[in-house]
């Protein structure tokens, strides 16, 4: 049996929405398709976004871009901040500069 690490983002998102979620959404209390969470996923990639990992099906974390890659954390962040369907909590690991989004309202 495959473990969630070991799949890419979009084999994890298919995997754990499809298996756990009722009524095949994204999130709680929000109606969230498959198809516009990969939309925002793949802005977020766009934006430096690495390491991205789904959680289950109310979350997903991933790596900010480093300092002098090109890409601009406070894009990514902006994004995050002004999207439509705000995140109900945002957790930065300082550590290992990963944040995690939840959208379990």
Known sequence: MIKLKDMDWEDQLNKVVL????????????????????????KLIFYGAADLEIIDYNTIAFTLPPYG????????????????????????????????LSWDY
Do not use: C, Q
Not at 75 to 99: E, S
């Open 19 to 42: 298996d756990n979620s009722r009524d095949n959404l994204f999130g709680t209390n929000i109606h969230w398709t498959l198809k516009d969470v990969r939309k925002y996923i793949k």
């Open 69 to 100: 890659s090109g890409h601009d954390r406070v894009d990514i962040l902006l994004f995050i901040m002004t999207y439509y369907l705000f995140p109900a909590y945002i957790k930065h690991n300082k550590r290992t500069d990963r944040l995690t």
